[in-house]
């Protein structure tokens, strides 16, 4: 692309504006729209589509798209572009044009498929593995076998490394304990010059193997092997073979993107041994024994500790730093999913511009109405203490964006309505998320017949969705939440210590992985998810932090601060742990001399690690000398130590209170802005509040944000000490944003309405017209009582995706004082309405009602309401029929079980206005 050009793209995505005219909604760039992870099937895309599609995200409200090549729909081979090809590099350029057109930004992945890997890694450079043979040997004997790799397990058949060179180690274990290094005996061919000596003695060589894993779902030509991401030299490789094909400049892309670490059995690296001699001070070679078995003892853990300690600096040193480094070179930005990594996941979030977590699977929220159907959800939860560990590192790091890849499989394919996606994004928001990216949108080109291209994994936010024309009403409501997530910075008063080495030390297994999926172990068990927990339900707010923020912290005013531009902590949570480094112990004495004030939840029982473990012991024991009694204080320097098992018992004494809004089981979090702050508050309970809520911030006035409409209102307020008590009221599933300020504008205040008894039922005949959908498109009809359209004796309805119109009017003396709410009962799945012809909006989540007093008149009033439905009552007449549609090579399409799909059995999902549908005279208060 031309430089005039790209410089174009770049300013037009910078664009700024509002979301609504209201002046304290803050102004927003592309950035506070939700953006959605673009597969390109094939890399089949041409300039004329990718124009057209990326036309109809901007219409539907996207802010961006992240460029993820992978495997093609089968019959269309002739249009697939090899990746990195000069022809494939002109498509992004398009796809940038395109994008800035619209004010929205572009993204990319940095390989294809994931993981990271492709014809870019050499099998040098491929995913490694230690691979041990074990032999035996009785006084006097020679091994006649020669020392070469052999895997008789089948799991891999890469053996040597490109120079010949497989064996890094032979180590001989006598029966008395003695241990002989005899690698250095070892010949050319294998050949093993030693004669055993006394005893019976075992062997354990160690090759240095490959895991043979290939790039799963990858595009054509970006097959190849997974990276090994513990090598300097493999990243290097990597990156300049792909820095090259994009000529070593940016395109206009905002970010190159790395997907989650899904590198199975990689737990080595050629120069492992020598790293772990450099780092841990003593050879590891001698303890293979110990490293790749199953002794269950102390001794052994630390050894493994060690091991993963060695494992993580390497992961952090030559793959994400440097990785974000090279993206720096090319004025572009790293983004990285750390979690699944056998690192410290903190660290690795840290070394990124923006860390990126995601949900998988559906959690339970207990909304009235909220539909969840055991059948169609994985018995997967996202986990909001795991996603606080992307926004934790963000946040000390002073980084802007926390983003979460959002919806995965969030529901089976063609049952997710937008109402489900609501609460569950709401969940990353309270967790520090700001910038989503839908999982998400498949490139699809025009003459592909319905539903076009389709991703193996739901969620499908596509064109070809029915629910698509509605897509608007949730893009609004995450661009007003993210406008003012992404706008100040956190207000979370509490740093805690995250004990990743009471991970580490642990006998069992070698690498550690830390996965999403894998919490129950790795996660839930430990003391501090016990505190995160208990200080979430007391409602304090706070981010973790890992050992190496700690040694680098400062004191800000006597509050924590790892960077300069990074959050700042009143106060230093420590949890109970069995294992502290000591830099660790004295990065905290050393920061309580500067002014911080520290509570350890019990004295940390010793370091981790097997190197001069004596000597730290006894510098570590000195340090905790210091220690006050169980239950009191100690002064340190101009700082302050607490010992209390429970960890939240000194806080208020600190002057640290929770929210109480959290007692209400109301979730929330709290930007500053200057001087004032932003509440984010949401209603995940199957309770309505009607309430005068304490908040801890004192304030003159306090604003009321509605996310939904966009509406705002000066909120009803009083003082009660050091805190404001604002009126509130909060349907179950709604939320809030408040705005504390101590100006003295003249905002109008805020409608309370209070529901009256006198209820309007809409329940004369409606006329229906479908407007949109297939296969077929029914006729229209006049129905009396309203029902699903799958129950009104037509099979065309009951096969029916799409877009049908009810019509009524009704009679109505609008009355003084009063507001009128519009309640639809059951939606399947979501409306937009129109009252006397004017448009009062979407009605997409629960609760299904939206105020239209502003709309109505004295007399007749037309109430038109248009619906959309599900996928999947379409998608099950094509499988019942036979009809062809899915049709992909590598995993084709699989249902949320990874089994084949099928809908042919599915029961016709509700679809339409169910009602009751009711007008709520409201008194206005």
Not at 230 to 241: H, M, Q, R, V
């Given at each position: 692309m031309?430089?005039?050009?790209?410089?174009?793209?770049?300013a037009?995505?910078?664009?700024?504006f509002?979301?609504?005219a209201?002046?304290?909604?803050?102004?927003?760039?592309?950035?506070?729209?939700?953006?959605?992870?673009w597969?390109?099937?094939?890399?089949?895309?041409d300039?004329?589509?990718?124009?057209?599609?990326?036309?109809?995200?901007?219409?539907?409200?996207?802010?961006?798209?992240?460029?993820?090549?992978?495997?093609?729909?089968k019959?269309?081979?002739?249009?697939?572009?090899?990746?990195?090809s000069?022809?494939?590099?002109?498509?992004?350029?398009?796809?940038?044009?395109?994008?800035?057109?619209?004010?929205?930004?572009?993204?990319?992945?940095?390989?294809?498929?994931?993981?990271?890997?492709?014809p870019?890694?050499?099998?040098?450079?491929a995913?490694?593995?230690?691979?041990?043979?074990?032999?035996?040997?009785?006084?006097?004997?020679q091994?006649?076998?020669?020392?070469?790799?052999?895997?008789?397990?089948?799991?891999?058949?890469?053996?040597?490394?490109?120079?010949?060179?497989?064996?890094?180690?032979?180590?001989?274990?006598?029966?008395?304990?003695?241990?002989?290094d005899?690698?250095?005996?070892?010949?050319?061919?294998?050949t093993?010059?030693?004669?055993?000596?006394?005893?019976?003695?075992?062997l354990?060589?160690?090759?240095?193997?490959?895991?043979?894993?290939?790039?799963?779902?990858?595009?054509?030509?970006?097959?190849?092997?997974?990276?090994?991401?513990?090598?300097?030299?493999?990243?290097?490789?990597?990156?300049?073979?792909?820095?090259?094909?994009?000529?070593?400049?940016s395109?206009?892309?905002?970010?190159?993107?790395?997907?989650?670490?899904?590198?199975?059995?990689a737990?080595?690296?050629?120069?492992?041994?020598?790293?772990?001699?450099?780092?841990?001070?003593?050879?590891?070679?001698?303890?293979?024994?110990?490293?790749?078995?199953?002794?269950?003892?102390?001794?052994?853990?630390?050894?493994?500790?060690?091991y993963?300690?060695?494992?993580?600096?390497?992961?952090?040193?030559?793959?994400?730093?440097?990785?974000?480094?090279?993206?720096?070179?090319?004025?572009?930005?790293?983004?990285?999913?750390?979690?699944?990594?056998?690192g410290?996941?903190?660290?690795?979030?840290?070394?990124?511009?923006?860390?990126?977590?995601?949900?998988?699977?559906?959690?339970?929220?207990?909304?009235?109405?909220?539909?969840?159907?055991?059948?169609?959800?994985?018995?997967?939860?996202?986990?909001?203490?795991?996603?606080?560990?992307?926004?934790?590192?963000?946040?000390?790091?002073?980084?802007?964006?926390?983003?979460?890849?959002?919806?995965?499989?969030?529901?089976?394919h063609?049952?997710?309505?937008?109402?489900q996606?609501?609460?569950e994004?709401?969940?990353?928001?309270?967790?520090?998320?700001?910038?989503?990216?839908?999982?998400?949108?498949?490139?699809?080109?025009?003459?592909?017949?319905?539903?076009?291209?389709?991703?193996?994994?739901?969620?499908?936010?596509?064109?070809?969705?029915?629910?698509?024309?509605?897509?608007?009403?949730m893009?609004?409501?995450?661009?007003?939440?993210?406008?003012?997530?992404?706008?100040g910075?956190?207000?979370n008063?509490?740093a805690?210590?995250?004990?990743?080495?009471?991970?580490?030390?642990?006998p069992?297994?070698?690498?550690?992985?830390?996965?999403?999926?894998?919490?129950?172990?790795w996660?839930h068990?430990?003391?501090?998810?016990k505190?995160?927990?208990?200080?979430?339900?007391?409602?304090?707010?706070?981010?973790?932090?890992?050992?190496?923020?700690?040694?680098?912290?400062?004191?800000?005013?006597?509050?924590?601060?790892?960077?300069?531009?990074?959050?700042?902590?009143?106060?230093?949570?420590v949890?109970a742990?069995?294992?502290?480094?000591?830099?660790?112990?004295?990065?905290?004495?050393?920061?309580?001399?500067?002014?911080?004030?520290?509570?350890?939840?019990?004295?940390?029982?010793?370091?981790?690690?097997?190197?001069?473990?004596?000597?730290?012991?006894?510098?570590?024991?000195?340090?905790?000398?210091?220690?006050?009694?169980?239950?009191?204080?100690?002064?340190?320097?101009?700082?302050?130590?607490?010992?209390?098992?429970?960890?939240?018992?000194p806080?208020?004494?600190?002057?640290?209170?929770?929210?109480?809004?959290?007692?209400?089981?109301?979730?929330?979090?709290?930007?500053?802005?200057?001087?004032?702050?932003?509440?984010?508050?949401?209603?995940?309970?199957?309770?309505?509040?009607?309430?005068?809520?304490?908040?801890?911030?004192?304030?003159?006035?306090?604003?009321?944000?509605?996310?939904?409409?966009?509406?705002?209102?000066?909120?009803r307020?009083?003082?009660?000490?050091?805190?404001?008590?604002?009126?509130?009221?909060?349907?179950?599933?709604?939320?809030?944003?408040?705005?504390t300020?101590?100006?003295?504008?003249?905002?109008?205040?805020w409608?309370?309405?209070?529901?009256?008894?006198?209820d309007?039922?809409?329940?004369?005949?409606?006329?229906?017209?479908?407007?949109?959908?297939?296969?077929?498109?029914?006729?229209?009809?006049?129905?009396?009582?309203?029902?699903?359209?799958?129950?009104?004796?037509?099979?065309?309805?009951?096969?029916?995706?799409g877009?049908?119109?009810?019509?009524?009017?009704v009679?109505?003396?609008?009355?003084?004082?009063?507001?009128?709410?519009?309640?639809?009962?059951?939606?399947?799945?979501?409306?937009?309405?129109?009252?006397?012809?004017?448009?009062a909006?979407?009605?997409?989540?629960?609760p299904?009602?939206?105020?239209?007093?502003?709309?109505?008149?004295?007399?007749?009033?037309?109430?038109?309401?248009?619906?959309?439905?599900?996928?999947?009552?379409?998608?099950?007449?094509?499988?019942?029929?036979?009809?062809?549609?899915r049709?992909?090579?590598?995993?084709?399409?699989?249902?949320?079980?990874?089994?084949?799909?099928n809908?042919?059995?599915?029961?016709?999902?509700?679809?339409?206005?169910?009602?009751?549908?009711?007008?709520?005279?409201?008194?206005?208060?």
């Amino acid at each position: 692309m031309p430089m005039k050009k790209i410089i174009t793209v770049l300013a037009l995505s910078a664009f700024q504006f509002t979301v609504t005219a209201q002046s304290h909604w803050p102004a927003v760039s592309n950035t506070a729209r939700p953006w959605t992870r673009w597969w390109w099937m094939g890399s089949a895309v041409d300039s004329v589509n990718i124009n057209a599609t990326i036309g109809q995200y901007s219409d539907a409200g996207l802010g961006g798209v992240e460029i993820v090549p992978i495997y093609g729909a089968k019959g269309y081979e002739s249009r697939y572009l090899k990746y990195l090809s000069p022809q494939w590099v002109n498509r992004v350029d398009n796809a940038v044009e395109a994008a800035g057109k619209h004010h929205m930004g572009v993204d990319i992945a940095l390989g294809t498929g994931w993981p990271i890997g492709g014809p870019q890694v050499s099998e040098k450079n491929a995913a490694t593995r230690i691979h041990i043979q074990k032999y035996s040997l009785n006084k006097g004997e020679q091994l006649l076998q020669k020392v070469v790799f052999t895997d008789s397990t089948k799991k891999g058949d890469g053996v040597l490394s490109a120079d010949g060179v497989g064996l890094m180690a032979l180590m001989a274990y006598g029966a008395d304990g003695a241990v002989k290094d005899l690698t250095g005996k070892v010949q050319p061919d294998g050949t093993l010059s030693w004669v055993a000596e006394e005893g019976n003695w075992q062997l354990l060589a160690a090759f240095n193997a490959k895991t043979r894993q290939k790039v799963k779902r990858a595009a054509p030509g970006g097959e190849g092997y997974t990276l090994d991401h513990f090598s300097s030299a493999a990243l290097k490789e990597y990156l300049t073979i792909t820095g090259k094909a994009y000529g070593d400049r940016s395109h206009g892309l905002r970010s190159f993107y790395n997907d989650s670490y899904e590198v199975y059995g990689a737990n080595w690296t050629p120069d492992l041994f020598t790293e772990f001699e450099k780092r841990r001070g003593y050879k590891l070679q001698p303890y293979l024994r110990e490293l790749t078995g199953n002794i269950i003892s102390d001794s052994v853990a630390r050894i493994k500790s060690d091991y993963r300690e060695t494992i993580a600096a390497l992961m952090l040193e030559n793959f994400a730093r440097p990785f974000a480094q090279w993206a720096h070179g090319l004025n572009m930005q790293s983004i990285n999913q750390s979690h699944g990594s056998p690192g410290n996941l903190l660290d690795l979030y840290a070394a990124v511009d923006i860390a990126e977590t995601e949900t998988f699977g559906s959690s339970y929220f207990p909304i009235k109405g909220l539909r969840r159907d055991s059948a169609d959800v994985r018995n997967v939860d996202p986990d909001p203490a795991m996603l606080k560990f992307a926004s934790s590192a963000a946040h000390a790091m002073g980084h802007r964006f926390a983003s979460s890849e959002t919806f995965t499989w969030l529901t089976e394919h063609f049952k997710t309505s937008w109402s489900q996606c609501k609460p569950e994004a709401e969940q990353l928001f309270l967790a520090g998320i700001n910038h989503v990216f839908f999982h998400g949108t498949t490139y699809s080109p025009a003459d592909a017949a319905w539903p076009g291209w389709i991703f193996y994994a739901s969620v499908n936010f596509v064109p070809a969705n029915s629910l698509w024309p509605h897509l608007k009403g949730m893009s609004e409501y995450i661009t007003r939440c993210q406008s003012v997530l992404q706008k100040g910075v956190p207000d979370n008063e509490l740093a805690i210590y995250w004990p990743v080495y009471d991970v580490w030390h642990d006998p069992k297994g070698l690498d550690k992985a830390l996965k999403v999926h894998d919490v129950d172990d790795w996660l839930h068990p430990s003391p501090f998810y016990k505190d995160v927990q208990r200080l979430q339900k007391e409602g304090y707010s706070f981010d973790f932090v890992s050992d190496r923020m700690l040694q680098q912290a400062k004191i800000k005013s006597g509050q924590l601060q790892v960077t300069d531009t990074g959050a700042v902590y009143k106060v230093l949570l420590v949890p109970a742990c069995g294992k502290m480094p000591l830099e660790t112990l004295k990065a905290i004495m050393k920061l309580a001399k500067q002014g911080l004030r520290v509570v350890i939840a019990d004295v940390p029982a010793d370091v981790p690690g097997v190197h001069q473990l004596a000597l730290r012991r006894q510098a570590f024991n000195a340090l905790k000398a210091h220690f006050p009694a169980e239950g009191s204080a100690v002064h340190v320097g101009m700082g302050s130590l607490f010992l209390s098992r429970d960890i939240l018992k000194p806080l208020p004494t600190l002057g640290l209170e929770g929210e109480p809004l959290a007692k209400m089981k109301l979730g929330f979090i709290r930007r500053k802005d200057g001087n004032n702050y932003y509440y984010y508050i949401v209603n995940h309970t199957a309770r309505d509040i009607d309430t005068v809520l304490p908040i801890n911030v004192s304030a003159d006035k306090v604003l009321l944000l509605d996310p939904q409409s966009g509406r705002e209102g000066s909120a009803r307020v009083e003082r009660s000490g050091t805190k404001t008590l604002v009126k509130l009221q909060l349907k179950s599933g709604e939320s809030v944003i408040l705005l504390t300020t101590k100006e003295n504008d003249k905002q109008a205040a805020w409608k309370y309405v209070t529901a009256n008894g006198k209820d309007i039922a809409l329940s004369g005949s409606w006329e229906v017209r479908f407007t949109a959908g297939g296969p077929v498109l029914p006729k229209p009809v006049t129905i009396e009582k309203l029902s699903s359209w799958t129950e009104w004796g037509d099979s065309t309805l009951v096969n029916f995706s799409g877009t049908a119109v009810y019509t009524t009017h009704v009679q109505l003396s609008k009355k003084a004082g009063c507001d009128y709410l519009l309640q639809l009962g059951r939606l399947c799945e979501s409306a937009r309405v129109w009252v006397n012809g004017k448009d009062a909006g979407f009605i997409w989540s629960i609760p299904f009602e939206r105020r239209i007093g502003d709309l109505l008149k004295d007399g007749s009033n037309e109430i038109k309401i248009e619906v959309v439905n599900l996928m999947a009552n379409r998608i099950r007449y094509m499988d019942r029929n036979k009809i062809p549609w899915r049709n992909y090579h590598e995993i084709n399409f699989v249902n949320i079980n990874y089994k084949d799909f099928n809908a042919a059995s599915w029961a016709p999902q509700p679809s339409g206005l169910l009602g009751p549908v009711l007008i709520k005279e409201m008194t206005a208060h």
